[in-house]
């Protein structure tokens, strides 16, 4: 099923989107581990990074939140307070990397989440810091919020780490190993989303610290980290919902500045499964553009390593010319919902014939699909995602459009723009 001709050429979309989630999750922990004053230019602000700039005030960190920068006095030595009791809100990144941060002080530190979060997993992290000698408790179920961290300083040393479920346990313990006394040698046995790794590691080295890999097996150096100023780029997860809006739209062409070849983000390679579904892509030096052609080829593709925008290909396959096949997306399950089946239910509601595995989701656009009200589990990428598809299919409605304020609380405005602007 191809796209109808548009009604006039929609005029070109230039678009400034909020910061990176996880560049600015990264930044605030390397921020607040360095000797001095970081600012974080552009930091995205939504639930998620405001949560976890507050969880670093408890914990008696100074945090100057300005509307286009940060400043964070870091302490190498840990928390200012020697107890805490700190909220992470329904943010994965800091209910993973606030308690590592302090396992490297002196204090006992309680953390709790959202039920949401709660139900998040949490255990090969938690092992990993156990088997360092990190006290670290679980209250109710083991290996889940909310948890009690006793810390004493970590010593460092090797430790085998499972980052089969979430590249988030590694990034935590790499961006731990400058804060320990003797460094860390971190055995992978599995890694899921590595790109986000590399992330990890490019930013340690913009704050002072050099990590070596070699093969499963990842070593960083004690000493610590040095403050400086460093400029957060736009979300690519983000921009995946505009990129698609193009594809799906005959002649319509969206410019990301912020986006291009020196980008850290994975994320950005989900414009490579648009150009091979037919959309004309343009990756230059400071930005990506993405211009819809009219066609939009099925495919098989493996999204392992930039999982988070599997909801969004699956929100456009429905206007696919042939089946679309998504591979390798386990962990998509255990994320803020299971998002294989949160993509398929929703897709069904709207009359889409979809199947599922363990780790893949089948899409076939046998039907045009209807309006229905898409229930979003709490997971703002699912609204993100649909919000796509109402672009081709009216009646489209949520029953709880606000959880977008997790990581862009203006999405809403910027898509009706988006909307008007390329004349859908």
Partial sequence: M???????????QSLSLPGSKSITARALFLAAAADGV????????????????EGLVRLGY????????????GRPQGPAVAEADVYCRDGATTARFLPTLVAAGHGMYRFDASPQMRRRPLLPLSRAL?????????????????????????????????????????????????LTRRGLRIRVTDLVSAPYVEITIAMMREFGVEVERDGDVFVVPPGGYRATTY???????????????AAITPGAEVTVPGLGTGALQGDLGFVDVLR?????????????????????????????????????????????????????????RVKECDRLEACAENLRRLGVTVAT??????????????????????????????????????????????CVRKTFPGFHEAFAELRQGIGS
């Fill in 130 to 178: 156990r088997d360092l000698g990190v006290d670290l408790r679980h209250e109710e179920a083991e290996g889940h919020h909310p948890l009690t961290v006793r810390a004493a300083g970590v010593e460092g040393g090797d430790v085998v780490l499972d980052a089969g479920q979430s590249s988030q346990y590694l990034t935590a313990l790499l961006l731990l190993g400058p």
């Fill in 231 to 245: 400029a957060i780029e736009p979300d690519a997860s983000t921009a995946s919902y505009f990129f698609a809006a």
């Fill in 62 to 73: 100074r945090v100057g939140r300005a509307p286009d920068a940060w400043q964070v006095d």
């Fill in 276 to 332: 091979r579904m037919g959309a004309e892509v343009t990756v230059g030096a400071d930005a990506t553009t993405v211009r819809g052609t009219g066609e939009l080829r099925g495919l098989t593709v493996n999204m392992r390593d930039i999982s988070d925008t599997m909801p969004t290909l699956a929100a456009i396959a429905p206007f696919a010319s042939a089946p679309v096949r998504i591979e390798d997306v386990a962990n998509t």
């Fill in 2 to 12: 191809t796209g109808m001709p548009a009604a006039h050429a929609p005029a070109p």
């Fill in 357 to 402: 595995g363990p780790d893949w989701i089948e899409i076939h656009p046998e039907a045009a699909p209807t309006g229905a009200r898409v229930t979003s589990y709490g997971d703002h990428r699912i609204v993100m995602s649909f919000a796509v598809t109402g672009l081709r299919v009216p009646g489209i409605s949520f029953d709880d459009p606000g």
């Fill in 38 to 53: 970081t600012t974080l230019v552009r930091p995205l602000r939504s639930d998620d990074s405001e949560g976890f700039a």
